[in-house]
């Protein structure tokens, strides 16, 4: 069935240094894969969204890509701040749904 | 423009008992989306209404069922309530229609169910 796989499950690093994250998705129909930021206490908010149309999209610090051949999709995070510190999901839906098939997520720790 | 709300944003109840949770999604928005997140299953989809139709339902027993009204909000139901149903349970809205990709969903607060 249809699964994505998020890696790594937490990860710490100093403020300034960059952060990664990389998820695999499993139906190569899947054409839309937002990334959401979840705080404590509060719901997923997206961060930034990409369609299979484009490879790659940046906003300021933040930045996804895209590779439909190797089914894989990441999150790129620069020059970190503390309250970047959350949990980050990342989804992956089809054409004409609204279901989104999350990851497992990612604990971002970035310390002073 | 405000966004998704959820009420009530807490709920405490006993096996056995029913709960219903209210959504009202970001105006103009007519799609809403039902998702239940737990540490041991993550996010996971229980369903999607549109103009007041169940348009796409996930892998969750009967006991979860939903509804839309005319306004678009959208409340779920709960019943026979079991002690693993305890979890935040979000809602997220979208314009929905039937564009060729997926409209970017936004999401409320959630509803942290406690069930004891």
């Known amino acids: 069935g249809e699964n994505v796989e998020q890696h790594p499950s937490t990860l710490s690093v100093q403020e300034g240094d960059s952060a990664v994250i990389k998820c695999t998705y499993s139906d190569s129909a899947s054409n839309y894969f937002p990334w959401y930021k979840q705080e404590l206490g509060k719901g997923p908010q997206l961060i930034i969204d990409i369609r299979s149309n484009v490879g790659e999209k940046k906003d300021q610090r933040i930045a996804v890509t895209l590779n439909k051949t190797a089914k894989h999709f990441s999150l790129h995070i620069t020059e970190t701040q503390p309250e970047d510190s959350a949990v980050y999901f990342c989804?992956?839906?089809?054409?004409?749904?609204?279901?989104?098939?999350f990851g497992t997520g990612t604990r971002l720790q970035v310390f002073p | 423009k405000a966004g998704v709300t959820q009420t009530p944003r807490y709920l405490i109840k006993t096996r056995g008992q029913q709960v219903t949770l209210s959504c009202s999604p970001i105006s103009g928005h007519r799609s809403v989306s039902w998702y239940q997140q737990t540490p041991g299953q993550g996010l996971q989809f229980l369903f999607e209404y549109f103009s007041e139709t169940q348009r796409n339902k996930g892998n969750f027993p009967g006991r979860f069922s939903g509804r839309q009204f005319s306004n678009s909000r959208s409340e779920m139901n709960v019943s026979t309530l079991e002690l693993g149903d305890s979890a935040l349970y979000l809602c997220?809205?979208?314009?929905?229609?039937?564009?060729?990709?997926?409209?970017?969903?936004?999401f409320g607060p959630g509803t942290r169910l406690t069930v004891l």
């Open positions: 989804a992956a839906s089809k054409n004409n749904t609204d279901k989104l098939i």
């Open positions: 997220a809205s979208s314009l929905g229609g039937a564009g060729a990709t997926t409209d970017t969903q936004y």
